[in-house]
């Protein structure tokens, strides 16, 4: 069981810069490979960003490639996504995800079995 807290999240210009934070708890948390995902009203929720359990390992989807960086501190089981030059095309409910152990880096929805309860972020003038 892994439970999942994001904050970080807020009201940005094109531009600017944000860095979102997931607490993960729980007897499996420094085990579990976490990702990212965003949704948009009206859209699917799609894979942002992870990060193998080791931390050693990222997967980037191609939008935010450059952009963002996903990183893992293991001592307090945190993992951060750093997110550089915003465009209004990022506005969404990001929320992170935990997947069982496992040595690649997991990037499909399905893979991933604990969610967090998502941080609104907004990217506008």
């Known amino acids: 069981q892994v439970h999942l807290v994001e904050s970080g999240g807020g009201l940005v210009e094109p531009g600017g810069s944000l860095t979102l934070s997931c607490a993960a708890s729980?007897?499996?948390?420094?085990?579990?490979?976490i990702g990212w995902f965003r949704q948009s009203p009206g859209k699917e929720r799609d894979f942002v960003a992870a990060?193998?359990?080791?931390?050693?390992?990222?997967l980037y989807a191609d939008s935010v490639k450059g952009r963002f960086t996903i990183s893992r501190l293991n001592a307090n089981n945190t993992v951060y996504l750093q997110m550089n030059s915003l465009k209004p095309e990022d506005t969404a409910v990001y929320s992170c995800?935990?997947?069982?152990?496992?040595?690649?880096?997991?990037?499909?929805?399905?893979?991933?079995?604990?969610w967090g309860q998502g941080t609104q972020v907004t990217v506008s003038s």
């Open positions: 995800a935990a997947a069982p152990f496992r040595i690649a880096v997991p990037y499909r929805l399905y893979e991933y079995k604990y």
């Open positions: 990060i193998s359990w080791s931390g050693d390992n990222t």
């Open positions: 729980g007897s499996t948390a420094d085990k579990s490979p």
